[in-house]
């Protein structure tokens, strides 16, 4: 069974930046894409980003050159730091494990909620 974690969210202002985490189960987490994904109410889930295990990654044009994608192998961990945050970043943040043709592998944690408001 997969096991996703996310943390790090919280409230921010405008321009601010934060770091989300994402623990996984190191069975799922070894060699394998990861994404980060982000969903408003009555909107579909987006992929924001998504990271091979090789360290090449990928970003949705409405985070590329704000929001940077990495991840520690050895402590099966993911992350993502945001910055120059604006408000329509507000999202529940979630991340998964992805296959080749990016399709969600892992079942959805809890998110972790960031708020961009002044």
């Known amino acids: 069974q997969v096991q996703l974690v996310e943390s790090g969210g919280g409230l921010v202002q405008p321009g601010g930046s934060l770091r989300l985490s994402c623990a996984a189960s190191?069975?799922?987490?070894?060699?394998?894409?990861m994404g980060w994904y982000r969903q408003a109410p009555g909107k579909q889930r987006e992929l924001v980003a998504h990271i091979t295990s090789g360290g090449s990654t990928n970003y949705a044009d409405s985070v590329k050159g704000r929001f940077i994608i990495s991840r520690d192998n050895a402590k099966n961990t993911m992350y993502l730091r945001m910055n120059s945050l604006k408000p329509e970043d507000t999202d529940v943040y979630y991340c998964?494990?992805?296959?080749?043709?990016?399709?969600?592998?892992?079942?959805w944690g809890q998110g972790t909620q960031v708020t961009v408001s002044s």
């Open positions: 190191g069975s799922i987490f070894s060699g394998r894409i």
């Open positions: 998964n494990v992805l296959n080749l043709r990016l399709q969600v592998l892992g079942s």
